[in-house]
């Protein structure tokens, strides 16, 4: 079994400045792009994480220690995720109580 690094964020570098993590080489804004690729992640993660409680249960293969972390890690990235939408919601809100 390997076990692989999982960023929160892996679209990010974390060898650049704070400023231009949500750019890329032509000075455009993909904050969408990030999010849309840690969203992929998420549904990745998510289906092997089925797939393999799946095998587990149908005696096709698998350990139940193997099967137990991919589902842990499909849940934690999922709390994750859902943070991250609960604050954009909240900025959302906080920037549309701002006067003019």
């Known amino acids: 079994m390997s076990i692989q ?4 964020l ?13 750019k890329s080489e032509g000075g455009n804004n993909n904050f969408a792009a990030v999010l849309k690729n840690y969203t992929e992640q998420l549904n990745h993660t998510e289906k092997q994480a089925d797939a393999a409680a799946q095998n587990l ?6 350990n139940t220690s193997e099967t137990l972390l991919a589902i842990e890690k499909a849940d934690i990235s999922f709390q994750m995720m859902m943070g991250v939408r609960n604050k954009l919601v909240d900025a959302y809100h906080e920037i549309s109580r701002m006067q003019v």
């Open 5 to 8: 690094a999982y960023g929160p």
């Open 10 to 22: 892996s679209g990010i570098n974390p060898g650049n400045k704070m400023q231009d993590a949500g």
């Open 57 to 62: 249960a149908t005696g096709k293969g698998g």
